[in-house]
């Protein structure tokens, strides 16, 4: 399969970048995930605004327009192996010597996107809901940027696996942030509750989407900062992210969350993102 490196299409083999681009070095850059289905790309304009507020957070400037951006998404949708797709973006300060500070004149971004097939959560992560643990949340204080820097989300990821369940529930300071690579739902009493849109967490562009479908099915929806004990008693918890679109958790640290079945709030809203998908 073709992947594009900074304005070519190549095939993935031959897609070489040097061992000096800030991105290995440093992971000095940014990347971006749209979900597609049927070819079709979900909420393209969030993710594209997305992209352009990261690039912009660490100061990289690139002479590509959103329309630009668009067109390679769909690009890269037309050229991908299967219906249903992710397509990666992924660009870094380029390539100069080592030196931790910006270089100054500034380096041509390195910019690269490839499409993989998207499997979607299927009848088992559905019915069966994620398991989950909770564990400190020892990133940095940008998570707001979706940087290429990762290791604090693969650390956290790996601590799940080690513990033999699904995924983590971040906290900091005894407030909820994050899963690894997804956002967390709180469900009280019939509201659904997302944590603050701050710089501790990375605003999903599912976010504004489960405030849209809550409102619409008229649940109570509130942004505020979730004390621990308020996810430890949740009626409900639910994830959401491109790939994982939204899951109910149904145990956090061998508890069952609520019934520790898939709750009702979460039903609905699953029933409205499958209605979003069916209507692209
Ligand atoms: N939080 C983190 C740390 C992530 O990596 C992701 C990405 O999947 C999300 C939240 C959810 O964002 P989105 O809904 O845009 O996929």
């Known amino acids: 399969s073709l992947v594009y490196l900074n304005g070519e299409y190549v095939r993935l083999g031959d897609a070489k970048v040097s061992v000096l681009d800030r991105g290995f070095i440093f992971g000095d850059g940014i990347y971006e995930v749209v979900p ?46 299967s219906d249903d797709a992710m397509v990666y973006i992924q660009v870094t300060r380029g390539v100069a010597k ?72 971040q906290f900091r300071d005894g407030f909820l942030s994050e899963g690894s690579s997804c956002n967390i739902w709180v469900v009280r009493n019939g509201t659904v509750l997302g944590p603050v849109r701050d710089n501790l967490i990375l605003e999903g562009i599912r976010y504004s989407l489960m405030e849209e479908l809550a409102r619409a099915e008229g649940i109570p929806f509130e942004s505020r900062r979730i004390p621990r004990q308020e996810v430890e008693q ?15 958790i149904v145990s956090l640290d061998g508890k069952p969350v609520g019934t520790g079945k898939p ?12 209605k979003v998908i069916a209507a692209l």
């Open 263 to 274: 709750g009702p709030v979460y039903a609905r809203l699953r029933a409205a993102y499958d």
């Open 234 to 248: 949740a009626d409900e918890l639910m994830l959401t992210s491109a790939t994982k679109e939204v899951l109910p």
């Open 36 to 81: 597609a289905y049927a070819r079709k790309p979900f909420r393209m304009d969030g993710h594209l605004a997305r992209l352009e507020r990261s690039l912009k957070a660490i100061g990289i400037k690139l002479d590509m327009s959103s329309a630009d951006w668009e067109k390679l998404v769909r690009d890269m949708l037309a050229r991908a192996s």
């Open 98 to 169: 080592r030196d931790h500070a910006f270089p100054a004149s500034a380096p041509k971004p390195t910019v690269f996107c490839m499409v993989s097939p998207f499997k979607r959560p299927g009848a088992a992560a559905r019915e069966q809901g994620y398991t989950t643990v909770s564990m400190p949340d020892e990133r940095w204080l940008h998570c707001e940027i979706k940087s290429v820097s990762l290791l604090g989300n693969v650390l956290a990821k790996q601590h799940a696996v080690e513990a033999g369940v699904d995924e983590v529930i």
